[in-house]
Structures are given as C-alpha cells and as structure tokens.
C-alpha cells in the first residue's frame, strides 16, 4: 500500500515544475482513504499519495525516505491509538499532521494540539471544510474549527489548580 518511489514532479497550472505535494492518508478503513483520495484530487489537484491502515504501517511510511507534506492521521486505528504515533513523529518536520477522525473536537481536539497536531477536522465535517483544512496545513497555517476555536477560550480562561 506504501508508495516505495520517490513523488514525480508536476508542472503546475503557470507552466513551472514544481514537486506534487505528498499526502500520507491514516485510516483502517480502505473506502475512506480512497474517498479522501478522490476528494483531495477533485478539489486541490494532482498529489502524490500513500496509505497506511495501522500504526505499524504509518510508521514505516514516515521512516522511509519520502518527505511527507501532510499526514491526515485517524485518532482509532483498529485497536491503536493514532495519537501515540502523532507524539512520536510531530517533532519531525516534514510532515504536519492534520487529525482527521470520528471523534468529536471536544473529546481529542486539544489533546492533539496539545500533542503537535496542525489541525484537526471530524469526518462529519462538510467536505469544503476537511478541504479547507487540508489546504491551511499544506500551507504551513493551523487550522482549527469554529467549535474547537470556542472550546480553546473556554479551558484557557478556566482557572488552573495553582490559580486557587
């Protein structure tokens, strides 16, 4: 499922070459890497794609020699947990993680900015947003939703056990 070649170069739309940007896709479920897929390519372009359904995989795809721009990473991978893998391979740059999950932002979604994390989105976000965030990561910006935005005013105004 893992890519074992270097990404190609594109020419882009203004006639220069430039390199496809690398998207390694973090999910158990085949159906949903390939909608992403054809999401991604539908609204953003040409890119260069790699898979992994388990913890194992993902780590061997960020180990090799391809410089990943992005990994929409899954939080529940089976019975692994994706934020484990988020906290090992954030401090390496390329790539940026964008969480891409089931799990609502209030339950993970600090926990994961807390942990590296550029972004995180559900999977019952609206697809225009999940590709909005995929674009601000890509970008280099974070990227956080209205909700999540809302819950970050709320736990940094909480006062804090040391505050008391």
Do not use: C
């Amino acid at each position: 499922m893992i890519p074992a070649h270097v990404p190609k170069l594109a020419e882009s739309t203004n006639g220069e070459i430039e390199k496809m940007k690398r998207i390694l896709l973090i999910d158990d479920h085949a159906i949903v890497r390939r909608g992403l897929r054809n999401e991604i390519e539908e609204n953003l372009g040409k890119m260069h794609f790699g898979e992994a359904e388990s913890v194992s995989e993902a780590r061997t795809a960020l180990e090799s020699d391809i410089p990943w721009d992005l990994a929409l990473l899954d939080i529940g991978l089976q019975k692994e947990n994706g934020l484990e893998l988020l906290g090992e391979f954030v401090r390496i740059e390329p790539p940026r993680f964008l969480v891409f999950t089931h799990f609502p932002a209030q339950e993970l979604g600090l926990k994961a900015m807390q942990l590296g994390a550029y972004g995180y989105v559900a999977k019952t976000d609206p697809p225009d947003q999940i590709i909005l965030a995929i674009k601000q990561v890509l970008a280099g910006k974070k990227y956080i939703t209205d909700s999540m935005a809302t819950q970050l005013v709320l736990e940094i105004g909480r006062p804090q056990p040391q505050d008391l």
